[in-house]
């Protein structure tokens, strides 16, 4: 059933981005912004995908329908999800995760996605001292208390290879299926 809700939304929400475009077409520049990739569409392709590669023993579970902190979970880890395309990633500066899934949706109207995992918690050395101003570091921003934002190629360049993971995966609406390219 919920499955079928959210093809249902990525539908939507695909007819939306091409109305977008139709109408600046038309006018001749862009006069409309597209929406945000909607959380709940971004969080349940990522545990699709992630049950679909089985890297944890246990299956992933989209957190919101089970009235847990967090995007997803499984077991004791807690994964946060954050979805990139053209702009600035945000971070909570209380937000809490074992590890950082980031998705790619510049292609998801062909229904093509890129998933990138960081295997660092918020609170990993690492991860504290990324820098996310030419000042401050992400640990710096949250201490403050503001919300840190950054480009996430700009923190991917400052991630030691070791600590990541890509996976390509397409996901076929018609058929609910994720297949990892």
């Known amino acids: 059933m919920m499955e079928c809700l959210l093809q249902l939304k990525l539908t939507h929400i695909k007819r939306c981005y091409k109305i977008n475009e139709h109408i600046n077409k038309v006018v001749g520049k862009p006069v409309i912004r597209n929406e945000n990739f909607p959380c709940e569409l971004s969080e349940n392709l990522v545990m699709w995908a992630l049950n679909e590669l089985k890297l944890y023993p246990e299956p992933v579970v989209w957190n919101k329908l089970h009235n847990k902190k967090g995007d997803l979970s499984t077991g004791n880890t807690m994964i946060e999800v954050k979805c990139v395309n053209s702009g600035p990633t945000s971070y909570g500066p209380t937000e809490k995760w074992d590890e950082i899934y980031f998705l790619d949706t510049a292609d998801f109207m062909k229904d093509i996605y890129m998933l990138y995992r960081v295997k660092l918690s918020n609170d990993a050395p690492e991860w504290a001292r990324l820098k996310f101003s030419k000042k401050e570091t992400f640990q710096e ?41």
């Not at 480009?151 to 990892?180: G, R």
């Open 141 to 181: 921003q949250c201490i403050r208390k503001i919300r840190p934002r950054q480009y996430f190629m700009d923190t991917l360049k400052q991630i030691h290879p070791l600590h990541t993971d890509t996976y390509m995966f397409q996901y076929d609406a018609s058929k609910n299926k994720i297949f990892i390219l």
